[in-house]
C-alpha cells in the first residue's frame, strides 16, 4: 500500500476536502455497486466473498462482522442458498445457529466474479495512473482509520486519534 506523507498544512483544515471526498466515494461505490449488479458483479457478491476466504459462520456471526442485522444476512442469503452457492450445516457449537458453508458452485461463481471484475477493471485502469490510484488508495484508507479509532473510542476528537504518518 501506497504511503501518504505528512503534507506541511497538516491541521489546517480541510472539511470541505474531506466532505468532498466522502460524497465521491459514496457516489463512485454506488455507481460500481450499480455497475457491477448490470454484469452480474455485485448482487450477494460479498457473502460468497466471506465464505470463501473466512470459511463457514453462523449469519449473527457474519451480522456482528458487518454491523448489520441477523435477518438482513438471511435476507442476503436466501437466494444463495436457494441456488446451492451456500448450504447450511449442523453448528457443533450451536444447533440452533446453522453455518452457513459455500458450495463448489459458489466458489465457482466467486471465481467467474473475480474474473468478470478484472476485465472491467482492465477497461477503467486505461484511466488512471498506478501511482495516482495507490495515493488515493492511501488517503481513503487513512480517512477509514482514523473514522474507526474514533468510532471504538467513542471519541468525537480526531486529535487523540492521530494515525501513525511517514
Known amino acids: 500500500m501506497a504511503v501518504v506523507k505528512k503534507p506541511a498544512n497538516l491541521g489546517g483544515s480541510c472539511i470541505p476536502e474531506l466532505e468532498t471526498l466522502m460524497k465521491e466515494i459514496a457516489r463512485a ?4 455497486r450499480t455497475t457491477g449488479q448490470g454484469m452480474g458483479l455485485f448482487s450477494d ?3 460468497l466473498e466471506v465464505l470463501a476466504i473466512e470459511g463457514p459462520m453462523t449469519m449473527s456471526n457474519l451480522a456482528r462482522r458487518r454491523s448489520v442485522s441477523r435477518q438482513y444476512i438471511q435476507k442476503i442469503a436466501s437466494k444463495p442458498i436457494r441456488e446451492k452457492w451456500i448450504t447450511l450445516e449442523p453448528n457443533p457449537a450451536d444447533r440452533r445457529a446453522p453455518l452457513m458453508t459455500i458450495t463448489t458452485d459458489g466458489l465457482r461463481r466467486v471465481r467467474t466474479r473475480r474474473r468478470q471484475l478484472k476485465t472491467a477493471l ?3 485502469s486505461q484511466h488512471f495512473d498506478a ?4 495515493k ?3 488517503t481513503v484508507s487513512l480517512v477509514r482509520s482514523v473514522l474507526d479509532k474514533m468510532m471504538l473510542a467513542g471519541a468525537t476528537d480526531a486529535k487523540k486519534l492521530r494515525p501513525r504518518r511517514q
Request: net charge negative.
Open 122 to 124: 482492465r477497461v477503467v
Open 131 to 134: 501511482e495516482d490510484v495507490a
Open 45 to 47: 457478491r460479498g457473502l
Open 136 to 138: 488515493a488508495t492511501a
Open 29 to 32: 461505490s454506488y455507481d460500481l
